[in-house]
C-alpha cells in the first residue's frame, strides 16, 4: 500500500496511469459509439456504492442497454449533456420498462439458441 495517500482513500483527485486512461479512453468510445450507433438513448447515473464506482447506464428506445464505469458521477452527467442526451439518477427514478422488456426478450431468445 505504498504511495497510496489519505486523499486516495477520500475520494481525492488522482493521477491517472497510462494503463486507466487507456481504460478511461476505450470506455468513453464504447459509449460514443453506442449513443451514435441507436436513437432515443437515455443517460442514467448510478452512484458509487462500497462494492462499485460511479457507473453510467445508456437505454435505447428499444430497451437495449450498456452500463459502464466511469470516474464519478459529473463526468457521466457531462457525457450525457455533451451528447445531449435525458439524464436521470437511477435511485430515483428507476429504469425504464423497456429494458427490462428487452432483457426479457434476449433470454427468451438464449432459451430457444441452446
Known sequence: MAGVGIRDWLGGRRRRTSSSAASADATEAHLVDFVTT??????????????AGASILLVAHDGEWTRRSVESERWARRFAEHHHLPCY???VMGYPQRMRDFNQRAKGRRRTSD
Open 89 to 91: 439518477e437511477a435511485a
Open 38 to 51: 441507436r436513437r432515443g438513448v437515455e443517460a442514467y447515473v448510478e452512484q458509487p456504492t462500497a462494492m
